[in-house]
């Protein structure tokens, strides 16, 4: 092996420890927070905070500089008319204004704020006619139409949506905005996702038959279709362009606005680029505005791929499926956003984290930083495994996952005790923060009874923030992995002792070990 040197050097550094401190003190702290590594102080983590990549990004020199050149006036501030012309060139042409009067780009705070607007307004603008009957065709496909009447059975009978918006997974925010909206949310992930094909490049991929069995039948019902780019919820799997292209072409079949979850645009456009033969010698640039062609709309989180702390947007394309179906959409999302957030001109943003996000668009699809990211996050996938720790494969672009069933195989374990809790907790002792998403975060209590995630999912998450972290850091995390599951049959389990009835229960929740 040789080094390669990385594609840029600090100026700046950030020392970690703000107090001296040790594993008692950490386990004390570990202790008092109830286990809950949302609730650890993070200037106590002296190794890896891999809690999310989303607003942990260190910025560049060229960011910082242009936040001090920030434009706080409170109408039409300068770097409004920056990020205008920044979302064309990093988006592509096809989403350029020309009509005066008639927004396209909608700022917000963050990513899930767009989306609340969206599926707001959305909804009421379909719910206005009244509720429609709510049988199914005969000729759904059996498996897909128990789907839907399992996640349905969960509504009282009165408030059973009958709008369907489906897509390879929802993010859990947009799953939760499209249903508190009343309107179903539907996974559609293919089949390599869900039968764990780990020689599958592309497995955020939708699966485009159960899509088309869908539409044949029920398509009155889908108002919507999406793809989030790169699927988090599935481990940060990319989708292909000829995906995204099929997905699209169905929509247009039926002429359904079909938009992206673009919070990893970059990320998912390197993937193509390597792992797609046809784009092998396409620019990043090219292959973002070949899949962007593509949707109707989208909305991000600017803090991934943003590059930024902190906003988020949502964009409708002029003479787009959307645009031309819901002329009134638009009009009626800008009056949402001056309600909730702001001026459309800033949204939720300040001018200076609108300049510097449009140097953060600018450099996100750099080659040279996208192939030290990627592999970066890729290199401590396979270190784990190298220590024999179960992570899903072909590592994603933003995070490996730890997958728990197999990482306790062979020990004593039972889904109540919760042990990727523990390791979770055990990993900040060792001075480093993952996080679980698995059969705590998604199971329920109900009745006085556990009940796993179906599909089940058990997963512990390290999250890479972008620019921040070597080899080496990421490294030592997973030798503080490898000695805990070295020892996996000493870890014991936990108690929960606040919040396991409780919704978005992981965010909340006390433990105490067993
Ligand atoms: N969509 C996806 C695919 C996401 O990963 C996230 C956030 C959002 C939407 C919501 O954006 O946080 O700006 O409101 N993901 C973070 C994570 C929280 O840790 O994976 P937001």
């Known amino acids: 092996t040789y080094y390669r040197p990385r594609p840029y050097k600090n100026a700046a550094v950030q020392f970690k420890i703000s107090t001296p401190e040790d594993f008692e003190e950490r386990r004390r702290i570990v202790e008092k927070t109830g286990l809950n590594v949302f609730f650890f102080p993070a200037h106590h983590i002296p190794g890896c905070d891999l809690l999310s990549d989303s607003g942990t990004t260190t910025m560049t020199m060229t960011q910082w500089s242009q936040l001090l050149l920030g434009d706080e006036a409170y109408g039409s501030n300068e770097g409004f008319f920056h990020l205008k012309t920044q979302m064309v060139e ?52 059996s498996s897909l139409r128990n789907t839907i009447e399992e996640k349905l059975s969960a509504f009282p009978p009165s408030e059973r949506p009958y709008f369907i918006i489906p897509s390879n997974s929802h993010f859990d925010t947009t799953e939760a905005n499209i249903g508190n909206n009343n309107i179903l949310p539907l996974n559609l992930p293919c089949n390599e996702h869900v039968h764990n094909d780990e020689a599958f490049s592309f497995r955020g991929n939708m699966n485009t038959n159960a899509l088309r069995n869908l539409l ?94 902190i906003g988020g947007a949502l964009v409708i394309k002029e003479g787009g499926r959307m645009a031309r179906k819901h002329p009134d959409l638009q009009n009626r999302l800008t009056d949402y956003q001056i309600l909730t957030e702001g001026h459309p001109t800033y949204g939720g943003m300040a001018g200076r984290d609108l300049k510097g996000l449009v140097q953060g668009l600018k450099t996100v699809v750099n080659q040279k930083y996208l192939d030290h990211r990627i592999r970066r996050v890729e290199k401590f996938g396979r270190k784990l495994e190298a220590y024999h720790i179960p992570v899903i494969k072909p590592v994603g672009g933003h995070a490996v996952y730890m997958n728990m069933d197999r990482f306790f195989e062979g020990t004593e374990t039972k889904d109540h005790e919760f042990k990727g809790i523990a390791f979770t907790a055990l990993m900040l002792i060792a001075g480093h923060r993952l996080c679980e998403l698995g059969v705590y975060a998604f199971g329920k209590y109900k009745n006085g009874k556990e009940y796993p995630p179906d599909p089940r999912v058990n997963f512990v998450r ?24 070295d020892n996996r049959d000493r870890i014991p389990g936990v108690e929960v002792v606040y919040g396991r009835d409780l919704t978005l229960r992981h965010f909340k929740s006390r433990f105490r070990f067993k």
């Open 90 to 141: 990093t988006f592509g042409p096809s989403w350029n204004q020309t009509r005066e009067h008639t927004e396209t780009l909608f700022l917000f705070h963050q990513g899930r704020a767009a989306e609340n607007a969206l599926f707001s307004v959305f909804s009421r603008m379909l719910h206005k006619g009244g509720s429609v009957s709510p049988l199914f065709s005969d000729s759904l496909e």
């Open 216 to 309: 044949e039948n029920e398509h009155h019902r889908v108002p919507l279709i999406y793809l989030t780019i790169t699927n988090n919820t599935g481990g940060g799997q990319p989708a292909s362009m000829s995906n995204i292209k099929e997905v699209s072409e169905i929509a247009g079949e039926y002429d359904i606005p079909f938009f992206l979850d673009a919070c990893r645009f970059a990320e998912n456009a390197w993937f193509v680029q390597q792992k797609e033969s046809q784009y092998q010698n396409k620019s990043i640039q090219d292959i973002v505005w070949e899949m962007f062609e593509y949707a109707d709309g989208f909305h991000i989180s600017f803090k991934k791929d943003g590059l930024v702390n």
């Open 462 to 485: 390290g999250a890479v923030p972008r620019l921040m972290y070597e080899d080496q850091d990421l490294f030592s995390a997973a030798e503080a992995a490898k000695v805990l599951y």
